[in-house]
């Protein structure tokens, strides 16, 4: 590596992932830096995480997925962030395409950089789930926003925002049960974050975008590309938004009872 070369941090923010931790991080072996933020693992993730890198820390006040990726980014020390999460891995050509970018760095620019999910047993090409969004950053010009979930790097107003070619590989659920698992806790943190504002919802709006959600994915997105799989993750989610809304109307009944 050149002398001259701009560093790199990679962030990661962690609960209970010693199943696919590993493959993350041999994935990020290239990196000058791995800072790793658990929330109150009981699996062996911290144990797995100390053999990568010493910049484990814990923070188990969950604050949100944006605030402890922020967390995560203030431990950092390298020119650029590479934001990451325990079930993905960055491919060989994004990290020579990386690499490459390291030694002659843009000035005032975010990287939009591919995502391409494997979902039992293929990896989508359409149904909305292969995609670009930003998640390499000079660490100096801007950070994540406080979202507690769906979380995004803020994006300056003067910067300008280029791509990478390569994917990161994200490998997001094991089976079935772990999806729910994940989709229940997501769209709590949605609801948190509709009730703190004030907003409602009702279950009308709940069937709706849940109609929307299958129609855009399966439909607009053409995810009926993407076989069988495709057809399961469009119901999936239209399942998944649903929920969202009736935990956020449901919430609104428990507090008339009380009343």
């Known amino acids: ?3 001259n070369r701009a560093t790199i941090s990679a962030i990661i923010i962690t609960k209970n992932e010693q199943d696919s931790l590993k493959d993350c991080l041999e994935s990020l072996t290239w990196v000058d830096q791995i800072v790793v933020v658990d929330s109150g693992s009981t699996d062996g993730t911290l144990e797995l995480a100390k053999q990568y890198t010493q910049d484990v820390y814990v923070n188990q006040d969950w604050p949100g997925f944006g605030k402890q990726k922020q967390l995560a980014q203030s431990y950092a020390t390298g020119d650029w962030i590479l934001a990451i999460d325990a079930d993905e ?3 060989e050509q994004l990290k020579q395409n990386i690499q490459n970018m390291l030694l002659n760095p843009p000035s005032n620019t975010v990287f939009n950089l591919n995502e391409l999910t494997w979902v039992f047993g293929r990896f989508l090409k359409h149904s909305g789930w292969y995609y670009r969004h930003i998640r390499l950053y000079p660490r100096e010009l801007t950070t994540y926003n406080d979202n507690l979930v769906h979380e995004s790097v803020v994006i300056p107003e003067t910067c300008q925002v280029a791509e990478l070619d390569g994917d990161i590989l ?4 094991r089976n079935i049960e ?3 698992v ?3 806790g997501y769209a709590k943190a949605w609801a948190d974050q509709r009730e703190a504002k004030g907003k409602r919802a009702t279950l009308g709006q709940g069937v709706l975008h849940a109609l929307g959600c299958f129609c855009k994915m399966y439909l607009l997105k053409r995810g009926f590309l993407d076989g069988k799989q495709g057809l399961l993750i469009a119901l999936l989610s239209a399942h998944s938004t649903f929920v ?3 935990d956020l109307w449901a919430r609104q009944q428990d507090k008339h009872y009380q009343k």
């Open 1 to 3: 590596m050149s002398a």
């Open 89 to 91: 891995r960055i491919d």
């Open 170 to 173: 994200h490998y997001s659920y």
């Open 178 to 180: 772990h999806y729910l």
């Open 182 to 184: 994940k989709s229940a």
């Open 244 to 246: 969202k809304y009736a």
